[in-house]
């Protein structure tokens, strides 16, 4: 059976239809806030790394976002200068830096994306726990099968044919 036929395929086209509107209300947010879609993707990580307790330096950051030194300061620096991260010593080691989201960045997220986040959690209301938990699994698998491997640019001799 080839990849077209496979009955899989629509989850697939259904996961890229969701990640294409989730992009387009991350673009919105970020133009109404004067924000570039680097700058948010930057505050969603460092969100996330607070969630799960990691401390987050403009190392940890740039490398998350596969960017280099120079564009991670300037990066920092203007998130700084919107108010929505601070620069805090590390109180294990007083010459690294950690990058913290300031309370004015999540109050301005959930003013405009907490209104999404109940219409997502309302959306689950039919669901059983173990319905929730196979789409659990589903995502995180999804998920880790782009980390583990990233689809990479073609360079100029991968030419397709269209």
Request: glycine share 6%.
């Amino acid at each position: 059976m080839s990849e077209v036929d496979d009955p899989r395929m629509p989850l697939v086209h259904l996961l890229r239809a969701v990640t294409v509107e989730l992009s387009l209300v991350s673009d919105r947010f970020a133009a109404l806030h004067g924000l570039h879609p680097t700058d948010l993707r930057a505050l969603i990580h460092l969100l996330d790394a607070d969630r799960a307790g990691l401390r987050a330096t403009p190392g940890w950051l740039g490398g998350r976002l596969a960017l280099a030194s120079p564009a991670v300061t300037a990066l920092v620096d203007r998130l700084v200068r919107l108010g929505l991260v601070r620069r805090a010593p590390d109180p294990a080691d007083r010459r690294r830096v950690l990058l913290e989201v300031d309370e004015s960045a999540v109050a301005l997220g959930w003013s405009f994306f907490g209104p999404l986040i109940r219409r997502l959690i309302e959306a689950t209301d039919g669901f059983t726990p173990a319905e929730l938990e196979t789409v659990d699994r589903f995502l995180t698998a999804v998920r880790d099968a782009i980390i583990a491997n990233p689809p990479e640019a073609p360079g100029p001799s991968d030419e397709h044919d269209a």
